[in-house]
């Protein structure tokens, strides 16, 4: 790690890091990224100048099948995008951490001597760092303080897991300063508690894992301290599609009370089947007693476990068609998702704020006025963001319409299956392996 902030300039400017770049964000981006990547080392080197240091990355993700499976043991399917969280890093040499950007110059900064959740915190960046700073010392790793600053394309209420990215950032960031081997899971798990029990958000482990490990994964937690993993290599634009994420206005920060009664219903129903969770159980299960479960559980209950049992096997049929390489059947799966995401699950409006359904809103337009179009729902739901696959000759006025609708920017085109958390020194960069199995 022996690199100076000239040392990183002069690498850059030399094209040492073109390969990696265009791993990350594609070929057609290459000159945007050297001028965001040498922005972001201009803006570091007053704080970092003279210190040994890095450059890190962290990816957004975007769930591709598998919505609210993940937390019941279920299958998922998921991508690491090309909007991410960039940090030029340096060893701070006590026990602080402090973070500024272009868009927050004066610095945040915590102390490493207290890791315990503090309510105040909740839904901040403090919280994440200090839960990862808690989960490492948990497993008896060391942490250290270090200075960053941070340029950031994946951004809080796109539905892309920003929190995640910034997690993933910042255990990555520990682990590197430690000359660890970077376990894609470990680095996702204290992302996950960090998340779970300091930030607020009561999210599953995909997020955290997809931005880890990178590229396109289908994910199976049926044992969830060993999942599944499969990496596919796929690229939606080899098809003629475009991935695009609609931003329809809304946010999740108000969120986390509907977003947790998914759970917290589905249980109601595993608890009176005598399941701990929803994985393995059949519609001929719910049928046997179906007159107690609505009683007991109530019919929104009952409708959200059947889309888990449905989504779960749909994810993994999503997972084969594009192994496949048959994204007619891959799209066709997308619709009956995103229906089922609609009608039983119920996450594409928020019953709190029946004023703003733009999720809804995005649906319904793409099904009247582009049928060849699929757009369903996207992550956590309730508001916030959808995702659309769109013909690229129809990319334009898609583009236009949303842009009517939702604002300027509102599309967000992203590239998918880049790699996951890695760092850039003057010896090059450090990739995950595979992606696959840790």
């Not at 209420?157 to 590197?176: E, P």
């Not at 996450?347 to 369903?376: D, H, M, W, Y």
């Not at 939702?406 to 450090?430: D, M, Y």
Request: proline residues 4%; glycine residues 10%.
């Amino acid at each position: 790690m022996n690199s100076t902030v000239a040392d990183l300039k002069s690498a850059l400017a030399a094209g040492q890091a073109d390969q990696g770049l265009t791993r990350l964000y594609g070929k057609a981006a290459l000159a945007e990224q050297r001028a965001r990547y040498r922005q972001l080392l201009a803006d570091a080197e007053p704080r970092l100048e003279g210190s040994s240091c890095f450059v890190a990355s962290a990816p957004g993700r975007t769930e591709l099948g598998g919505n609210h499976t993940d937390h019941n043991n279920g299958r998922v399917l998921a991508s690491a995008v090309d909007l991410d969280c960039i940090a030029a890093v340096a060893p701070s040499g006590n026990d602080r951490v402090s973070l500024s950007s272009r868009e927050y110059p004066e610095p945040l900064s915590i102390r490493l001597d207290n890791l315990s959740p503090d309510p105040a915190e909740r839904n901040s960046p403090e919280a994440l760092i200090r839960g990862v700073g808690a989960a490492r010392q948990q497993r008896g790793r060391a942490i250290r303080g270090f200075t960053a600053v941070i340029d950031s394309t994946c951004k809080p209420g796109t539905g892309l897991s920003s929190s995640a990215a910034f997690g993933v950032l910042v255990g990555g960031i520990f682990g590197v300063l430690e000359d660890e081997a970077l376990e894609p899971l470990q680095l996702a798990r204290y992302g996950q508690f960090a998340e779970n029990e300091f930030f607020g958000k009561p999210c599953g482990l995909m997020d955290q894992l997809s931005s880890a490990a990178g590229y396109t994964l289908g994910i199976d937690f049926a044992d969830p301290d060993n999942p599944a993993i499969t990496r596919i290599d796929t690229d939606f634009e080899d098809w003629e599609y475009r991935l695009l994420i609609i931003d329809t206005g809304g946010s999740h920060s108000d969120l986390t009370e509907e977003y947790a009664a998914v759970t917290e219903e589905i249980g109601r129903v595993t608890r009176l089947l005598q399941r701990d969770k929803a994985r393995g159980l059949s519609v001929a299960d719910l049928l046997g007693q179906i007159a107690a479960l609505r009683a007991e559980a109530g019919d929104r209950a009952l409708l959200r476990v059947l889309h888990f049992i449905t989504d779960d096997l749909r994810a993994d049929r999503q997972s084969e068609a594009l192994l496949q390489r048959d994204y007619a059947r891959f799209l066709e799966l997308v619709r009956q998702s995103g229906d089922s995401s609609c009608t039983q699950l119920q996450n594409c409006s928020s019953s709190k704020n029946t004023k703003e359904q733009g999720i809804l809103l995005a649906i319904s337009l793409t099904r009247q006025l582009f049928p060849r179009a699929v757009c369903r729902v996207h992550g956590g739901g309730f508001s916030g963001t959808a995702q659309a696959y769109v013909p690229k000759d129809q990319f334009d006025d898609y583009q236009s319409l949303m842009g009517q609708v939702f604002g300027e920017g509102s599309v967000i085109p992203v590239k998918t299956g880049r790699p996951g958390f890695c760092h850039f020194t003057a010896n090059g960069w450090l990739f995950p392996a595979t992606g696959e199995g840790s």
